[in-house]
């Protein structure tokens, strides 16, 4: 007995996929059009695998090569994921989510919303100013190789300490974190990137971003200009504009942040935000004139520095310039207040799902800082 010439059915995932060969359209189209649509309906989630393209081509009733040939385009196109050895998946991220842009509307008060429209604040409005957290993209920098995550070690530390937990690890802690963790960070920072602190100035968060939220929170107030470089790290804009800040871009050349830019543009500014070590995205290393133009108009305005550490753990020789908070502690010694914040996390030496990070804060401000944190 012949088979139906109108279609056969996947028994598998794609139940409703049909091929009919009285239509015009070429088979492998068809299957990309049903395929996509079921993708872009919901039908077939994210990250769900779809069946082998032979195993698909004898429920079809088709060649493998049309098969082959509709996810071909549909991996070209973003919809599908092939991993080697694995199979084809859909896609985490779909390319109409990472085209899509919100649609600009006037502002208005929370009065004149309409009816069933949830009101945000200015706040949150201004959190506009990053983009949104969708998932990890093809090619997105700052992520280790997990594959070589030390997983069996990690296991026997998780076991050893939550088998039989002390007391304290299982109340709230002090403001500003876990005591041990803080002074094993800080030594780890004294003796790596010459980062002058204690444990009493080291804050635990839950990242660079809660970091610069925090220090925003406290020494900024609504309009104050704040130096950010341009290029520089889109995350790092909205806990700054949360804040009030009024954002100042401010160019890179050959040595890093132009100092000479930025006092032309906002020789007040009360904040610059710097990553001298690993400048993002351009990858330029702040020279250490600059360092010291830095601090020097730091110190004439009464400013303040946030230093991102960002990247400073990987090299391909020799020892890093030393940190632009250590530089600035060894200048001032006991003569006067220091004037940077130093910023890192164990994102990349161990995984970006830690949330971990730290804020180091110059010794005369832990109190204000603690307060704070306490607070929020």
Known sequence: MG????????????HDLALDRDDPAPLQRQLYGQIREAVLTGRLAPATRLPSTRTLAAELGCSRNTVLGAFD????E????????????????????????PAARPASSAASQPSGEPAVSASAERLAVAPAGDGLRP?????PD??????????????RVWRRPAAELLLPGPPAGHWP????????LRS?????????????????????????????????????????YPRLRAPLASAGARLVPVPLDSEGLSVAAGRALADDAALAVVAPS???????????????????????????????????????????????QGLDAERAGDRERGRVFYIGTFSKVLFPAIRLGYLVVPKDLVGEFARARAAI
């Open 146 to 159: 997990l594959r070589l995550f030390p997983f069996d070690i990690w296991g026997r530390l998780l076991g």
């Open 278 to 324: 690993h400048q993002y995205p351009p990858g330029t290393t702040m020279s250490l004139a600059r360092r010291l133009e830095l601090l020097d108009w730091a110190r004439d305005r009464g400013a303040w520095l946030v230093e991102d550490d960002y990247d400073s753990e990987y090299r391909y020789a020799g020892r890093p310039l030393a940190a632009l």
């Open 78 to 101: 973003g919809y599908l994921d092939c991993r080697a050895g694995s199979g084809s998946y859909v896609s985490r991220v779909l390319p109409e989510t990472l085209l899509a842009r």
């Open 139 to 143: 090619f997105a920098p700052g992520v």
């Open 73 to 76: 385009q549909l991996i070209a």
């Open 3 to 14: 088979q139906p010439m109108k279609h056969r059915r996947s028994r598998a995932i794609l």
């Open 181 to 188: 963790l803080r002074a094993a960070i800080a030594a780890y």
């Open 192 to 232: 790596l990137r010459s980062v002058a602190c204690t444990p009493e100035q080291l804050f635990i968060t839950a990242g660079a971003q809660p970091a610069l939220d925090l220090v925003a929170r406290v020494l900024l107030a609504p309009g104050d200009p704040v130096w950010i470089e341009e290029p520089g």
